[in-house]
């Protein structure tokens, strides 16, 4: 289970993407392309963190 923050994150990527690829305006489409690709490292930040996607530097 993700925690609230990484919800809110995941919903925010998503609105930002989909608004960014809706608009025809290029300045708006840049601005929320780079905020929902800001939202998404955060997002893969917090599953880091939460310790959903575990990090295993020993290779077998």
């Known amino acids: 289970m993700m925690s609230k ?11 930002t993407g989909l608004y960014g690829l809706r608009t025809d305006a290029p300045d708006e489409q840049t601005t ?13 930040l917090t599953l880091f963190v ?10 077998r």
């Open 5 to 15: 923050s990484a919800w809110l994150l995941l919903c925010l990527t998503a609105a």
């Open 50 to 59: 939460g310790r959903r996607i575990k990090f295993d530097p020993v290779l």
């Open 32 to 44: 929320a392309l780079i905020a929902s690709g800001v939202s998404a490292c955060l997002f893969v």
